[in-house]
């Protein structure tokens, strides 16, 4: 049984695509800079009306996923995705598109299980482990150290 | 210069969450998982505040930031509030771009339509 089971495995490794690992990096480096230079701009234009780099951050965000949703809705950003992968997806765009995608996809399935529950296919997990995450460390900072 | 950093560092947190993801063949959701917690911790050993002052929007944009930015909070909340800090600090600090994402978001899937 085993030996079936590990022929099994290196036949579907053999069957499988290799993935063009050199040409996805490449694209995913420029791509996911290019996003951060418009982050980049976007923040600059917010501390130029006066708000330190800290404050301007969370405006910068807000825009940043806004241009995510607009350019998912009207479909491009899912062709960014498409070609630089990681690229596209990693900044915080990506993270609108992810929520932007299945919403949009699933509209049929109606505005609470459909659009309402999709919304949250990426992000939920995204938001669930992340906030466990900061708190665990936020907590074992605050133990060690003794400031939060 | 901070553009250049902005592209130089933004561009290969891309590059490393796409090795992750071809090396040990994840799911995009997987590894944004894998990132936003790593972000958290970063943040927690105060090296990817470093990276924020060094590379602005390369290393708040991506992903990871998200992490960091809930870290930063809880750590400002506790300072305050103590132990309930560690409840409200992190949605606190990310409120804006999680309130961003669900509104634009389900207006975006409201006014269009999918592309096939």
């Given at each position: 049984m085993d030996s079936d089971k590990q022929q099994y495995q290196q036949m579907t490794q053999e069957m499988m695509p290799k993935r063009p690992v050199l040409r996805n990096a490449v694209i995913a480096f420029v791509v996911g800079g290019l996003i951060c230079?418009?982050?980049?701009?976007?923040?600059?234009?917010f501390m130029h009306q006066g708000m330190t780099t800290k404050e301007a951050s969370a405006p910068t965000a807000v825009v940043m996923?806004?241009?995510?949703?607009l350019l998912t809705g009207l479909?491009?950003?899912?062709?960014i995705v498409k070609h630089s992968g990681m690229g596209g997806t990693l900044p915080i765009?990506?993270?609108a598109n992810s929520m932007v995608a299945p919403a949009m996809?699933?509209?049929?399935?109606?505005?609470?299980m459909g659009v309402g529950a999709r919304l949250f296919t990426v992000a939920g997990p995204v938001l669930v482990y992340g906030m466990t995450a900061a708190m665990v460390v936020g907590a074992l900072r605050w133990l060690i150290t003794g400031v939060a | 210069m901070i553009f250049v950093w902005a592209f130089v560092v933004g561009g290969l947190m891309c590059v490393l969450a796409q090795l992750v993801m071809d090396w040990f063949r994840m799911t995009p959701g997987q590894v944004l998982v894998v990132f936003v917690v790593a972000g958290a911790v970063l943040g927690g050993l105060g090296i990817y505040?470093?990276?924020v002052d060094f590379a602005g929007a390369g290393a708040s944009v991506p992903l990871p930031g998200f992490g960091y930015t809930m870290v930063?909070?809880?750590g400002q909340a506790v300072k305050q509030k103590g132990a309930l800090g560690l409840f409200t600090g992190g949605l606190t600090a990310a409120s804006g771009g999680i309130k961003a994402a669900v509104i634009f978001g389900l207006v975006a899937a409201l006014i269009f339509k999918p592309k096939s």
């Open positions: 230079v418009v982050g980049q701009g976007v923040q600059g234009f996923i806004g241009l995510g949703a479909g491009w950003y899912d062709r765009t990506g993270f996809e699933f509209r049929t399935e109606g505005l609470v | 505040g470093k990276l930063e909070g809880i």
